[in-house]
């Protein structure tokens, strides 16, 4: 049976996460506590039912990092698929969404204000972050949020999922990589008026990257470093690492390079691709 964990932040997207499962076909249960996630899964099985399972486990939920750990070694044990899906927010953004759906926090019952119950929430959750796939909400909308989902849920999560996320320094730095790589000192391509209307995914642009000595140069270190400390990781039971790859406008240089990395990692690992700055431009 596959089992899908989601945790996180409130306000971070749980809901929405969930819902999409819902959609996909799971029998889905919002704030289970995890010690009767072991009897959910024998019941099913009981049943016969050949649902895949959603369980949204929050901070009302008062869940642990032992204790996840606990039930998760104990399904994976007895054969089961069990992934964990983290969702989490700037704090600003956190504060401007409660303060939009006028919701009240979880822990607003303990006489905390707002930003003190975010704190405590995170404080509280954030150890099971490094057991799980994580997605930084914070300038998503309710779609792009399903959409990464999808993505995720399309990629065979048996040994570590390499995430290779392309992105422009301008915009920002993603939250929720591990690895930063800076494109900007490679030529770029957007100052050929010829080249600037392409993306890193289309053949001028990566027959023109292709050619630079510095491109080339610059893959062929990141690749050296990441085949050096990606087993390593692995050994330590990382389920998932995101490569973060940057230029200034996300759109040339770290776009081929994260499809030309991600093309040499294959085979080694299963390796997810995200682009930042191009997704933002298909909404438009």
């Known amino acids: 049976m596959k089992i899908v964990l989601i945790s996180g932040l409130s306000g971070s997207g749980k809901s929405v996460a969930l819902k999409l499962l819902e959609d996909l076909g799971y029998y889905c249960v919002d704030n289970m506590p995890l010690e009767?996630?072991?009897?959910?899964?024998?019941?099913?099985?009981d049943r016969c039912a050949e649902e895949h399972l959603g369980i949204s486990v929050d901070i009302r939920s008062s869940v642990s990092l032992q204790q996840a750990q606990r039930q998760i070694e104990l399904l994976r044990g007895l054969g089961h698929e069990v992934d964990l899906l983290f969702l989490e927010a700037s704090e600003d953004v956190l504060m401007r969404r409660f303060s939009e759906t006028r919701r009240s926090h979880p822990l607003a019952g303990k006489r905390l204000t707002l930003l003190e119950s975010l704190r405590q929430e995170r404080d509280w959750l954030f150890p099971l972050r490094d057991l799980a796939y994580c997605i930084d909400t914070s300038k998503m909308n309710a779609q792009q949020?399903?959409?990464?989902?999808?993505?995720?849920?399309?990629?065979?999560?048996?040994?570590m999922l390499v995430i290779i996320e392309s992105f422009g320094f301008k915009y920002g730095v993603p939250t929720n990589v591990d690895f930063v790589f800076d494109m900007?000192?490679?030529?770029?391509?957007?100052?050929?008026?010829?080249?600037?209307?392409?993306?890193?995914?289309d053949k001028p642009i990566q027959e023109y990257l292709d050619q630079q000595p510095l491109a080339q140069e610059l893959l062929d270190d990141i690749e050296h470093f990441m085949s050096r400390w990606l087993p390593r990781m692995e050994v330590e039971s990382r389920s998932y690492v995101t490569i973060g790859l940057g230029c200034t406008g996300g759109q040339h240089r770290s776009v081929y390079m994260t499809e030309r990395l991600a093309e040499r990692l294959r085979g080694k690992y299963h390796v997810l691709i995200r682009h930042r700055q191009l997704a933002k431009l298909a909404e438009r």
């Open 145 to 159: 949020l399903r959409y990464s989902v999808l993505q995720w849920l399309d990629v065979h999560s048996e040994g």
């Open 184 to 201: 900007r000192s490679l030529p770029n391509p957007y100052y050929d008026p010829e080249l600037r209307p392409f993306n890193g995914m």
């Open 36 to 45: 009767m996630l072991p009897d959910l899964v024998k019941f099913h099985l």
